[in-house]
């Protein structure tokens, strides 16, 4: 099994652009979730989702969209990138409500 | 204000000493406590889960505690290696519905030679 994977790695972008975080997972899992990570501060919730045509928004939901078609992807969308989505973006999932998460590698965004 | 506090938040020990990392909670209702382990550049990896019910669980050097009474946990990390110089982080799910898990910033830990 691939786990979770995350692409890109890295991304530039200018303030104003979109774009998509690609987010797949092959363990079967129903609960995705998409995170940022800012230095000095614990991973944020942005949009979590429990099965396929499921989503909700989490804590910092502004400026993101998601959407779930499969179970199998959790794609998360930029609508107009600004510097302060600067961030290490971490997708993760897992079977149940109670079970553990399986994090990505992430994806490193600079907007300029 | 951040649930889930954690403490120190940073740590520098010598190769083969023992440490411990503390967790303090105020999310509720509580379902579990989960610590994490993330290497730098890498996703966070669960090392232990702690249930109401448990005091004390244990994964190879890990050693997790919680007190539910006090709403703490601590990790305890014996003989330390190199390999354990990461951020460890402390995450609280809260029960029904999704849940939704509120994350501690973390502690780091450098070991050194």
């Known amino acids: 099994n691939a786990g979770v994977t995350q692409t890109p790695k890295f991304q530039v972008l200018k303030t104003g652009q979109s774009m998509t975080l690609q987010c797949a997972q092959d363990?079967?899992?129903?609960?995705m979730s998409w995170y940022r990570q800012d230095p000095g501060m614990g991973l944020r919730l942005i949009h979590y989702s429990v099965g396929a045509g499921i989503t909700d928004q989490g804590e910092v939901p502004n400026g993101y969209n998601v959407s779930r078609s499969t179970t199998e992807d959790f794609p998360l969308r930029l609508l107009s990138a600004a510097p302060s989505q600067t961030s290490v973006y971490f997708c993760a999932s897992r079977y149940g409500p109670g079970d553990p998460q399986y994090f990505g590698p992430g994806t490193r965004l600079l907007v300029l | 204000k951040n649930q889930v506090e954690q403490s120190p938040q940073s740590l520098i020990i010598l190769e083969g000493k023992n440490c411990t990392l503390q967790c303090n909670y105020t999310v509720s209702p509580f379902s579990n406590l989960r610590w994490y382990k993330q290497d730098t550049g890498r996703g966070p990896v669960s090392l232990t889960i702690?249930?109401?019910?448990?005091n004390t669980k244990s994964n190879g050097r890990y050693t997790a505690t919680l007190d539910a009474d006090t709403k703490q946990s601590s990790l305890h990390i014996t003989a330390s290696q190199l390999s354990d110089s990461a951020s460890y982080i402390c995450?609280?799910?809260?029960?029904?519905?999704?849940?939704?898990?509120?994350f501690g910033r973390g502690t780091s830990l450098i070991v050194h030679p």
């Open positions: 702690m249930t109401f019910s448990e």
């Open positions: 363990m079967n899992h129903e609960y």
């Open positions: 995450v609280v799910y809260k029960s029904g519905g999704s849940y939704i898990p509120t």
